[in-house]
């Protein structure tokens, strides 16, 4: 038989137990209905029915950090460099002797240009022009609507080259440039090559001044290749552009290797090497108007005014006695002339 004192003991532990249930299920149903209220989404208070509920506020959109296309302006400064070309200059070649070698070596002016000059070259992102063509398609400025006056333009400058005319030997530009109004197109690649095609292509009636002008209007392109890979892939194509060019055109191809550095291509406002550029060059090498990139119908109406007035300018030249004296060209540039202000009068 169980002892009567074990019955008493069990007795008061179950009794114990029980008190101290009774005493915390309070305070645990105390604490969940707090809990419950605070996480449980407050209801706002029953307003009366005159009374319109307040909108809230729209949630602001997450602020993207893609960059915004820059607005284009105008082109409102001259391009070039300040001083006439002379042929020879920007050869690309290194003309000093080896004393003037020795003295630039040991000169601690000349390493801090030199320092400073790759120093540009490095912090230069390698597919950066490739980047801001997604950017109106690599256009930096706007075409101006007026030529430059020419006491205020600057000159075009000289650049050497191969030419379909002399494959083996290099010439200068600024022999091609004297004498006659040009249209001068700069190009890096096929990408290039097609935006610079927009000013001159599908134009009728530029290009019949084209026909009519020879001597006195000429287009040159000027195809800069600086790596050596691209630039004897383009030499061994020559044959073939010399056979689809008429003759008369071959002396205006040049091919460029080497000599335009980048301070040369930022006087003449080239900051995207994979754009096309146009410009209009005066007899004089001045640069007069300017383009790039693709062209809207627009600026082409802007060309080709421009181009008429370099043409009266030129035969104004003429009539006074400084221009050129030889009859076929004083023919030319009178029919020429013509043809500019009857298509301007359109």
């Known amino acids: 038989m169980i002892p009567l004192r074990f019955h008493i003991r069990h007795l008061r532990v179950n009794t114990q137990a029980l008190q101290n249930r009774l005493l915390i ?11 419950a209220s605070t996480t449980a989404p407050q209801t706002p ?20 950090k893609a960059k915004e296309a820059p607005t284009l302006k105008p082109l409102d400064r001259p391009l070039g460099i300040p001083s006439p070309p002379l ?21 601690y002016d000349k390493h801090l240009e030199r320092r400073q000059e790759l ?26 609507s007026r030529l430059l006056r020419a006491d205020k ?45 927009t000013w001159t292509n599908a134009l009728a009636p530029l290009r019949e001044l084209l026909m009519a002008g020879k001597e006195v209007v000429q287009v040159i392109n000027i195809n800069v290749e600086e ?21 008369e055109a071959h002396a205006k191809q040049f091919l460029v290797t080497k ?24 007899q004089n090498c001045r640069v007069r108007w300017a ?9 082409r109406d802007h060309m080709v005014k421009g181009l008429g007035k370099l043409v009266s300018e030129m035969k104004k030249l003429q009539d006074v006695g400084e221009g050129p004296q030889s009859p076929i060209i004083r023919q030319r540039l009178n029919s020429l002339t013509n043809r500019m202000q009857a298509i301007m009068s359109l």
């Not at 390698?126 to 109106?136: G, K, M, P």
């Not at 191969?162 to 010439?171: H, I, N, S, V, Y």
């Open 87 to 107: 042929p020879g200059q920007n050869s690309g070649i290194d003309l000093r002797t080896w004393r003037e070698r020795r003295d630039d070596f040991f000169n």
């Open 259 to 282: 000599g335009l550095t980048e301070d040369l291509r930022h006087t003449l406002g080239m900051f995207n090497t994979q754009v096309g550029y146009v410009f209009l060059v005066d």
């Open 25 to 35: 299920a309070p305070r645990i149903a105390a604490q969940s209905r707090t809990v």
């Open 153 to 197: 333009a600057f000159y075009f400058p000289n650049l050497r080259g191969f030419t379909l005319a002399e494959p083996k030997d290099e010439q200068d530009t600024t022999n091609v440039l004297k004498g006659a109004v040009s249209i001068v197109r700069i190009f890096t690649g096929r990408w290039a090559e097609r935006q610079a095609d």
């Open 119 to 144: 120093t540009r070259k490095v912090a230069k992102p390698y597919f950066r022009d490739w980047t801001n063509l997604r950017f109106h398609k690599g256009k930096l400025f706007l075409a101006p």
């Open 227 to 247: 790596n050596g890979m691209k630039s004897r892939l383009v030499k061994m194509f020559m044959t073939w552009h010399r056979r689809s060019m008429p003759k």
């Open 291 to 299: 383009g790039c990139a693709e062209a809207n119908a627009e600026e």
């Open 45 to 64: 208070p029953p307003s009366n029915s005159d009374e319109k509920p307040t909108p809230t506020p729209p949630t602001q959109p997450p602020t993207s």
